[in-house]
């Protein structure tokens, strides 16, 4: 494949991927992003013979994949645990409450008797509730680590990139998306990490039409 194919391939592949933002039709933008941008980084190895660039950025789109689908559970997670706490509520306040008859003869309100009877000793909605935030914080600390070990090793294919291919936009996406996602434990990092895809897009669409070994120092990268 051409550079010039490989530039287009890549940068429409980055503008999808930043659309997956968007609630709804954005996650198949994403996806369709992600493949693109992974043909456009396989084809640029082989066009530069710098099997780096594919090993590094293989690593990079497998945890990507890991992360997306982690993260599919827990909005999951979050809507089961939505749904079972609504139902706790109505069953612990709406229905003791109710203003109508009653013609449950004296059984209990609750199914299983939750927060009824000999379990209510116990503090069981308390430990149900740290429960959930331990395994919250475990989570999050899992998604956290994937995102930056996923960062890590695609700053390390963009380096190999821009050495190849004389632009140092690349390197600079590359530092941004493993600075912001260290830093995305913050708002600010977020942010950072979505300037590096701009830096990105850029990158993708300046490469040249055709591969040209440079010999002159390439000017150092803006971050």
Do not use: C, W
Not at 55 to 74: E, R, Y
Not at 105 to 125: D, I, M, Q, V, Y
Not at 203 to 223: G, H, I, R, W, Y
Request: avoid cysteine; charged fraction near 15%; charge should be positive.
């Amino acid at each position: 494949m051409e550079l010039k194919n490989i530039k287009i391939i890549g940068g429409v592949g980055v503008l999808l991927a930043i659309l997956s933002i968007i609630p709804g039709l954005g996650i198949f933008a994403g996806i369709a992003g992600l493949v693109l941008v992974f043909i456009a980084i396989s084809e640029l190895s082989k066009l530069t013979k710098n099997k780096k660039i594919y090993d590094n950025f293989l690593v990079s789109f497998i945890l990507q994949i890991v992360l997306a689908t982690l993260g599919g559970l827990a909005l999951i997670g979050m809507n089961v645990r939505r749904i079972f706490m609504g139902s706790m509520l109505y069953y612990r306040y709406i229905i003791p409450n109710r203003r109508f008859p009653n013609f449950n003869f004296g059984a209990k309100r609750h199914p299983f008797g939750l927060f009824e009877g000999p379990f209510s000793n116990f503090g069981l909605r308390e430990n149900l509730g740290i429960g959930i935030i331990i395994v919250s914080v475990v989570f999050g600390l899992i998604l956290y680590g994937i995102l930056v070990a996923r960062s890590y090793y695609l700053k390390k294919s963009y380096e190999e990139i821009s050495k190849e291919t004389q632009v140092e936009y690349f390197r600079t996406a590359g530092n941004l998306m493993f600075i912001g996602s260290i830093l995305s434990i913050i708002l600010v990092g977020l942010l950072v990490y979505f300037i590096g895809y701009i830096f990105e897009v850029v990158a993708f669409f300046s490469l040249k039409d055709n591969l040209e070994v440079s010999t002159q120092e390439s000017p150092p990268p803006l971050l």
